[in-house]
């Protein structure tokens, strides 16, 4: 079954389809359909169910092990809320799996008091009018969702046009630097060093760029991001071998007699020993915030075109 026939036959079934993912409801409960393909063939789904409350872990691995024939049940990382269900197959068999899958799935869910969520997502309130992909398929005002989504194109077109490359580099490194701030007083007051407070220089950087108004173009904000955020750790290196040395030896030279000795005195092997493990733990926070880093006005306009594509508005008081 190719893409577009399975796309067809979801719309047939009355789900609503954007891009190349399929939103329903099974039982009253939301769900995505994300479709594998390989060779322009679907050959497996991921369905995904965002659910209020957990199954208990002995109800779960239960329906894990009865679902094996059909499929493998899996939480989406560590939220419990989100609950997937993969199936193989082809044609008729792939459907037939996962109406069998959905249909012992939502039982259980019904079985164990485990309901919709009721609150939106955007606003925290009750009373959704409607349904839309924000995270998983969940319950939601169609206002709040047209809102936010419109909002989040609008500031990506006005970024577009007005955006700046050097006000945006210059608010990164302001941004590294003040994420390097906790780094220094731990290195220098309690002599340690923090993985997580290393990651904070990209973070910094990232959130500087943003709030100087750079503009957000893959290309430009993640070397801006990495190259910042490498430099920042070699200046912290040095800050802080400059104030130990100081402080150790009661001798405050210039800072650019400092510089002199430090080049001088170390090899380029030296200072890799020194900011190697700080680097690994630079990378780990760059590691982190890459979701965020690599998000640029293409991604916003698009995630927020899928999120009001799957927009599907049902009575009040749902
Ligand atoms: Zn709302």
């Given at each position: 079954?190719?893409?577009?026939?399975?796309?067809n036959?979801a719309?047939?079934?009355?789900?609503?389809?954007?891009?190349?993912?399929?939103?329903g409801?099974?039982?009253?409960?939301?769900?995505?359909?994300?479709?594998?393909?390989r060779?322009?063939?679907?050959?497996?789904?991921?369905?995904?169910?965002?659910?209020?409350?957990?199954?208990?872990?002995?109800?779960?691995?239960?329906l894990?092990k009865?679902?094996?024939?059909?499929?493998?049940?899996?939480?989406?990382?560590?939220d419990?809320?989100?609950?997937?269900?993969?199936?193989?197959?082809?044609?008729?068999d792939?459907?037939n799996?996962?109406?069998?899958?959905?249909t012992?799935?939502t039982q259980?869910?019904?079985?164990?008091?485990?309901?919709?969520?009721?609150?939106?997502?955007?606003?925290?309130?009750g009373?959704?009018?409607?349904?839309?992909?924000?995270?998983?398929?969940?319950?939601?005002?169609a206002?709040?969702?047209?809102?936010?989504?419109?909002?989040?194109?609008?500031?990506?077109?006005?970024?577009?046009?007005?955006?700046?490359?050097?006000?945006?580099?210059?608010?990164?490194?302001?941004?590294a630097?003040?994420?390097s701030?906790?780094?220094?007083?731990?290195?220098?007051?309690?002599?340690?060093?923090?993985?997580?407070?290393y990651?904070?220089?990209?973070?910094g950087?990232?959130?500087?760029?943003?709030?100087?108004?750079?503009?957000?173009?893959?290309?430009?904000v993640?070397?801006v991001?990495?190259?910042?955020s490498?430099?920042?750790?070699?200046?912290?290196?040095?800050?802080?071998t400059?104030i130990?040395?100081?402080?150790?030896y009661?001798?405050?030279?210039?800072?650019?007699?400092?510089?002199?000795r430090?080049?001088?005195?170390?090899?380029?092997?030296?200072?890799?020993?020194?900011?190697?493990?700080?680097?690994?733990f630079?990378?780990?926070?760059?590691?982190?915030?890459?979701?965020?880093?690599?998000?640029?006005?293409?991604?916003?306009?698009t995630?927020?075109?899928l999120?009001?594509?799957?927009?599907?508005?049902k009575?009040?008081?749902?």
């Amino acid at each position: 079954m190719q893409l577009q026939e399975f796309l067809n036959s979801a719309a047939q079934q009355h789900m609503v389809v954007a891009d190349s993912l399929a939103f329903g409801e099974f039982q009253s409960f939301p769900f995505t359909m994300n479709p594998h393909v390989r060779n322009n063939e679907v050959t497996s789904v991921t369905a995904l169910f965002k659910v209020a409350g957990t199954l208990p872990n002995k109800v779960f691995s239960d329906l894990r092990k009865n679902l094996k024939p059909l499929g493998s049940l899996a939480y989406q990382g560590t939220d419990k809320s989100m609950i997937l269900f993969t199936c193989a197959g082809s044609d008729a068999d792939l459907w037939n799996k996962l109406t069998m899958g959905f249909t012992q799935i939502t039982q259980c869910f019904w079985a164990n008091g485990i309901g919709v969520p009721q609150q939106c997502p955007l606003c925290h309130n009750g009373g959704c009018d409607s349904l839309a992909f924000v995270g998983g398929y969940v319950p939601v005002h169609a206002s709040c969702v047209q809102n936010q989504a419109y909002g989040a194109i609008a500031q990506a077109e006005n970024n577009r046009q007005t955006g700046n490359y050097a006000l945006g580099i210059l608010g990164a490194l302001l941004g590294a630097l003040v994420g390097s701030i906790p780094t220094v007083l731990l290195m220098l007051f309690l002599h340690m060093i923090s993985a997580w407070l290393y990651a904070l220089i990209p973070l910094g950087a990232y959130y500087g760029y943003k709030l100087c108004k750079g503009k957000m173009v893959k290309g430009v904000v993640i070397p801006v991001v990495v190259i910042l955020s490498l430099l920042m750790v070699m200046v912290v290196e040095l800050t802080v071998t400059y104030i130990s040395v100081g402080r150790e030896y009661k001798w405050w030279m210039s800072v650019g007699e400092f510089l002199v000795r430090y080049f001088d005195a170390m090899s380029f092997g030296d200072i890799m020993m020194d900011i190697g493990m700080p680097l690994l733990f630079t990378a780990l926070g760059i590691f982190i915030s890459w979701d965020q880093i690599r998000r640029s006005n293409i991604d916003i306009e698009t995630s927020a075109d899928l999120t009001l594509k799957s927009l599907f508005r049902k009575n009040a008081g749902m």
